[in-house]
């Protein structure tokens, strides 16, 4: 596995778990209105570095179960003009997009990562990115966001996952990419139950084995809900505990909504490996 990758214009160290704050460019973000406003993503982008955000994640169109997709010019018209204005934070940017027209663009507008639920899958995606310097976070999703939620099953969970991403790593690294490029997410809530959900989070490990940086993102997701009980809006600590615990597992990025929580569970998690 790689401590440090490429990613744009960084070179992204992950010897230490980095937090990655998720900036929302949509009316109807799965877990809490989107910044609809460049200043508005711009307060959002400050206030998530103030509380110790490493990356951002830009996303113009919902993945939650039962979104509906949007056009690309309207994807587009949301995310270039943040990603301009956020590039000069200094930090890495990502951008949470499935369509290759919004790859090219982001890439030219400074985006330093494509996240892709899809897992680059797209016609055209593969040429949107394998000759860039971005980073590339290949995602497993069973189904598409509309019906993903809708009983999924699998024989064995972990395996399957595994499966699915080391043939997409096969596909990019054959389309040029380089495996210091790559980093994978198992996609918790992306067509699984949450009895699928915790035995990836049980055996996070399973997946270190294919050899690449695992990023987790379960912030705020219907699994900590059902755990819990509490509603989207009262789930910051059940998603620190979440975070904590797959970085404990081997996560070197976790994604979240609630910044300053995860990163104080994670100076918890620092301090404990320190004093060992």
């Excluded at 059902?226 to 910051?236: E, M, N």
């Amino acid at each position: 596995m790689f401590s440090v990758i490429d990613c744009g214009r960084f070179k992204l160290d992950l010897s230490a778990p980095r937090i990655m704050a998720i900036i929302n460019v949509t009316p109807d973000s799965f877990s809490a209105p989107g910044h609809m406003t460049v200043d508005a993503a711009l307060r959002a982008a400050e206030l998530a570095v103030e509380e110790g955000a490493d990356m951002l994640d830009i996303g113009g169109e919902s993945s939650r179960p039962g979104a509906l997709p949007v056009s690309e010019q309207e994807e587009l018209d949301r995310v270039v003009p943040v990603v301009e204005a956020l590039a000069s934070f200094g930090l890495p940017l990502s951008v949470d997009t499935v369509k290759p027209g919004v790859m090219k663009a982001v890439i030219s507008a400074g985006a330093d990562m494509i996240n892709d639920i899809a897992g680059f899958r797209a016609e055209g995606a593969l040429d949107a990115v394998a000759e860039a310097s971005v980073a590339l976070c290949v995602m497993h999703m069973k189904g598409q966001p509309g019906t993903m939620q809708l009983a999924p099953e699998y024989s064995e969970v972990c395996q399957e996952v595994s499966e699915f991403l080391s043939g997409r790593v096969g596909v990019l690294e054959a389309a040029g990419v380089a495996r210091q490029r790559i980093v994978l997410d198992p996609g918790f809530g992306f067509g699984k139950s949450l009895e699928h959900n915790l035995a990836m989070l049980r055996d996070l490990e399973a997946f270190l084995a294919l050899g690449f940086p695992l990023l987790v993102g379960m912030s705020r997701k219907t699994m900590l809900g059902q755990i819990t009980g509490r509603d989207v809006s009262g789930r910051a600590i059940a998603g620190a505990v979440a975070a904590f615990a797959a970085v404990e597992r081997g996560a070197r990025i976790v994604r979240t909504h609630d910044v300053a929580q995860t990163r104080d569970a994670l100076r918890v998690w620092g301090a404990l490996e320190a004093a060992a």
